[in-house]
């Protein structure tokens, strides 16, 4: 079988250019944003009340899930943060979590990227709330 027939037409078919600029509309398929927000719903909480205390980057993953559910961050955005939030929510990924500390470098390292990339979207509101979060978790 040749390579024509295992891609995708997009790729064969010529409509793809690597060397052309993105277009945004396609980043954000709508079916996997669906799917990284119904893993967000389910994990996300349960997930930081576990680690928040362990892992440096706690207010920075809350003040992301706050700014993804603010309805005047750009949805471009919000698809990256919730992508993003399920990479962090799900346990098996490029550095399994249950490692310890360590298993966390891979998902410190998308928020990194994420907050490179869409970072100016993130309010002081969105970290003040992270940071009240954080204060009533800890007090429980």
């Given at each position: 079988?040749?390579a024509?027939?295992k891609?995708?037409?997009?790729?064969?078919?010529g409509?793809?250019?690597?060397?052309?600029?993105?277009d945004?509309?396609?980043a954000?398929?709508?079916?996997t944003v669906?799917?990284?927000?119904?893993?967000?719903?389910?994990?996300?909480?349960?997930k930081?009340?576990?680690?928040?205390a362990?892992?440096p980057f706690?207010?920075d993953?809350?003040?992301?899930?706050?700014c993804?559910?603010?309805?005047?961050?750009?949805?471009?955005?919000?698809?990256?943060?919730?992508?993003?939030?399920?990479?962090?929510?799900?346990?098996?990924?490029a550095?399994?979590?249950?490692?310890?500390?360590i298993g966390?470098?891979?998902d410190a390292?998308?928020?990194?990227?994420?907050?490179?990339?869409?970072?100016?979207?993130l309010?002081d509101?969105?970290?003040?709330?992270a940071?009240?979060?954080?204060?009533?978790?800890?007090?429980?």
């Amino acid at each position: 079988m040749s390579a024509e027939f295992k891609s995708s037409p997009n790729v064969n078919g010529g409509s793809f250019d690597a060397e052309a600029e993105l277009d945004p509309r396609r980043a954000l398929v709508p079916a996997t944003v669906r799917v990284n927000e119904q893993r967000v719903a389910r994990g996300f909480l349960p997930k930081i009340r576990k680690v928040a205390a362990k892992i440096p980057f706690a207010r920075d993953v809350v003040a992301v899930w706050y700014c993804a559910r603010d309805p005047d961050t750009p949805d471009t955005a919000k698809g990256l943060m919730v992508a993003a939030l399920a990479y962090f929510v799900l346990p098996f990924d490029a550095i399994p979590d249950f490692l310890g500390v360590i298993g966390y470098t891979d998902d410190a390292a998308v928020f990194a990227a994420l907050l490179a990339v869409v970072g100016k979207h993130l309010k002081d509101s969105h970290r003040a709330q992270a940071d009240e979060f954080l204060r009533r978790m800890a007090e429980d």
